[in-house]
Structure formats: C-alpha cells, structure tokens
Nanobody, 118 residues
Framework: VQLVESGGGLVQAGGSLGLSCVAS????????MAWYRQAPGKQRSLVAS?????STNYADSVKDRFTISRDKITVYLQMNNLKPEDTAVYYC???????????????WGQGTQVTVSS
C-alpha cells in the first residue's frame, strides 16, 4: 500500500489550504483514515480522523477550522483560518487490510509541509 499526499505549501495566517492523500496498491478494505502533524521539536499528534462509516474526530485546536472527508481511496483535509501554530509536516495515515488473511495495519504517507506565516 502506498500513500501519496499533495497540497501543502506556504500560506498567510487566516488563509486556507487543502490536503489530499491517495492510497494505491493491494487494498481489500480501508478502515479509519486520518491526518497527523508534527511540528519541529514536538511529537506527532492526531489532527483529524474519519471512520469507514464517516464518523469524524478532531483535535480541539482545529475544531471548527479543519474538515476531514474521504471517498473510497482518498482522504482530504480542508484547513481554513490557518494560524502560525498550524505550521508542521502533515502526515496521512490509514488503517487497512491488504488481503483477506492479512491483519489490519497502519500505513503512512511521506508527509507534506504546511507553513503558515504571521
């Protein structure tokens, strides 16, 4: 399974960016899809997640500003009213099963940089 992210970049505070992450390869089922982020000197933390039933969960710091969505193989993150503290590398994560006899496991994208200037 491979995950390819796109959409990062530089934006001014108050601006918007959209991230996307496409899964490819042998995939029987994708369960939860999520976005994490890691700022310099900090641990990687959950930004938002969405289940196969489209239930969503957000970090308190991004509620009402970020929206996660998905289709069969792609997860999106729409980020509005961005703040300098949102600056980080954003990672796509999926929990998926490749074949019938495989266990569910986590897969990660390579990360995309989001920089918000003040």
């Amino acid at each position: 399974v491979q995950l390819v992210e796109s959409g990062g970049g530089l934006v001014q505070a108050g601006g918007s960016l959209g991230l996307s992450c496409v899964a490819s390869g042998t995939i029987l089922r994708i369960n939860t899809m999520a976005w994490y982020r890691q700022a310099p000197g900090k641990q990687r933390s959950l930004v938002a997640s969405i289940t196969s039933g489209f239930s969503t969960n957000y970090a308190d710091s991004v509620k009402d500003r970020f929206t996660i969505s998905r289709d069969k193989i792609t997860v999106y993150l729409q980020m509005n009213n961005l703040k300098p503290e949102d600056t980080a590398v954003y990672y796509c994560n999926i929990n998926a099963k490749e074949r019938f006899y495989d266990n569910n496991r986590d897969y990660w994208g390579q990360g995309t940089q989001v920089t918000v200037s003040s």
